[in-house]
């Protein structure tokens, strides 16, 4: 799954999976119609699933069925969607990872890669309010790699219950800030949806954290306990290369808790407001430091433009 390298701590969905099966029985069942595993117990909204092993071969390609349809908004990509799940192979009847034990939603924005492609294929179209059960082959999972105790070409199968859904803005809007320290880089101030412009000065790097308005927004201030939807742009201050964009994956936001980041961008956007358009440049002690990480060189400084789009406390 393509990200900012290293910016979420682990991937946001089941990069640590763990076997979560249970004896608990819910008050209800449901028969699939449409041929994926049967939900045995708990078929209503809101309430943990217990799942049939599959049948037979499992489907080639994508495969969803809404279970019991919600009234609310369609999902569309872009949207910042808050679901619960459960998860499982084909050919077992024990879940892998889920949601509802832990009594924590999940929190994504669909289309924005964060998620295995089957979810944002799947989901999309689908209604707030809605339970969707889906069968994803391996090309829409994890492949032939596996992941954890999800071995290799496994075809995955899954109940969500969506819970909410919001539009997000596709660009920071507010006041533009000026922006006239020489030896900082400069940010674009588009409102368009696009990328900004993101140009690093030939100086030395600042050593200590540098978190500025470039755009100033009039939302609440962000919360050390948010989780946010950004768009962003970060290339090294060493060359101006960059390393990561959400822009480049479609434009889509990209949804993650604030406390699962680097430390420089934990420091750097708590308080600043949502609907902002702030530059980070982050030195490595509040990066990755010594190590190397997915293309970024160790010991790097790194620039950021990043757009505040929503913050939803927790």
Do not use: H
């Not at 799940?85 to 050919?91: F, H, I």
């Not at 496994?154 to 997000?168: G, P, Y």
């Amino acid at each position: 799954m393509r990200r900012l390298a290293g910016l979420i701590v682990a991937p946001l969905l089941l990069l640590s999976v763990v076997a979560c099966g249970s004896e608990d029985k819910a008050s209800d069942s449901a028969s699939s119609q449409g041929g994926l595993p049967a939900i045995t117990a708990g078929a209503a909204f809101g309430e943990k699933p217990t799942l049939a092993k599959g049948e037979g071969d499992p489907p080639k390609e994508l495969k969803t069925e809404v279970i019991s349809e919600g009234d609310g908004a369609t999902l569309k990509k872009g949207d910042q969607i808050q679901v619960n799940y459960l998860g499982q192979t084909w050919d077992s009847d024990q879940p892998f990872d889920n949601s509802f034990d832990k009594k924590q939603p999940f929190d994504l924005t669909l289309g924005a890669g964060q998620v295995i492609k089957g979810w944002d294929q799947g989901l999309e179209g689908k209604k707030v309010g809605s339970r969707v059960e889906m069968s994803i082959p391996p090309e829409l999972g994890y492949g032939d790699q596996g992941q954890g105790e999800i071995k290799p070409n496994s075809t995955l199968v899954f109940v969500v219950d969506i819970l909410k859904s919001t539009t997000l803005p596709t660009s920071a809007k507010g006041t533009d800030v000026a922006q006239d320290n020489i030896d900082l880089p400069k940010v674009g101030t588009n409102t368009d949806g696009k990328a900004p412009s993101l140009t690093v000065p030939d100086k030395d790097a600042p050593t200590k954290l540098v978190s500025n308005y470039v755009i100033e927004g009039d939302g609440p201030a962000v919360k050390k306990t948010d989780t946010l939807a950004v768009a962003y742009k970060g290339v090294l201050w060493k060359g101006g290369k960059e390393f990561d964009s959400s822009y480049a994956r479609g434009g889509a936001p990209v949804s993650f808790p604030l406390a699962q980041v680097i430390p420089g961008w934990q420091q750097g956007l708590e308080g600043k407001k949502v609907g902002s358009r702030v530059l980070l440049v982050i030195p490595p002690d509040l990066a990755y430091g010594d190590q190397e990480q997915q293309g970024i060189p160790a010991k790097s400084t790194l620039v950021f433009s990043v757009d505040i789009l929503s913050a939803s406390g927790s």
